[in-house]
């Protein structure tokens, strides 16, 4: 493997990817952020329409739901100095019968490592939805099992459920996880970004 390049040249070489062009319905737009100075990265699914056309990654109501739980105002969620945003596929993949399609895994094996050795200070990742949870947690079985896991708020790695409005009723079965999992989160977050 090549070394990794510093950041900028590691964006840009990011921002010029077309390895899995013919899988995108709308072309490649690969939407990410990070900085050598950031000491959280956030781990989702895939950009969706919305994200794509606006090219902001969580730019709708899910965005506005999972700021919420970590307590982050817009302007720290989006400073990459402090909180990288790292899809399991950075470009929107299109949407199925199902929702939105699976992202191609040729992306996350082919940047993730580098762009997490391009964020050496980075101290906590949170694994937004079992796609993520399955790809870096040592062992998973379903995202309940591995919020769960991660109750404690405390360890390099945090799983919480999908923001999305599909998860309204698990929210209600699991009322432990926005009235105790995520208060002591919050106070973590705001400690490592300085707020
Ligand atoms: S999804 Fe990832 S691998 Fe595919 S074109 Fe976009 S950046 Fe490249």
């Known amino acids: 493997m090549s070394p990794t390049p510093a950041w900028p040249s590691l964006a840009a070489e990011i921002r010029r ?18 900085s050598p ?29 999972l700021r919420q739980w970590l307590g982050l105002e817009r302007a720290a969620f989006y400073d990459a100095c402090r909180i990288a945003i790292m899809p399991m596929g950075f470009c929107y993949p299109g949407t199925g019968a199902g929702g939105d399609k699976l992202p191609n895994p040729i992306c996350a094996t082919t940047w993730h490592a580098r762009m997490q050795a391009a964020m ?20 998973f079985d379903n995202v309940t099992d591995a919020v769960m896991a991660s109750r404690n708020g405390e360890g390099a790695r945090i799983a919480l459920p999908h923001p999305s409005w599909h998860n309204n009723a ?17 106070r973590r977050i705001a400690h490592l970004i300085g707020d």
């Open 17 to 34: 990817c077309r390895l899995c062009a013919h899988h995108l319905p709308l072309g490649p737009r690969p939407i990410f952020a990070g």
């Open 37 to 65: 100075t950031a000491r959280i990265v956030i781990i989702g699914q895939a950009p969706g329409r919305r994200a794509h056309l606006a090219e902001i990654p969580f730019a709708d109501a899910s965005g506005d739901r």
């Open 120 to 139: 050496p200070r980075l101290e906590l990742t949170l694994l937004v939805g079992g796609l993520a949870q399955r790809a870096y947690l040592a062992s």
């Open 170 to 186: 698990w929210l209600k079965m699991h009322s432990w996880f926005e009235g105790e999992m995520l208060p002591p989160l919050r």
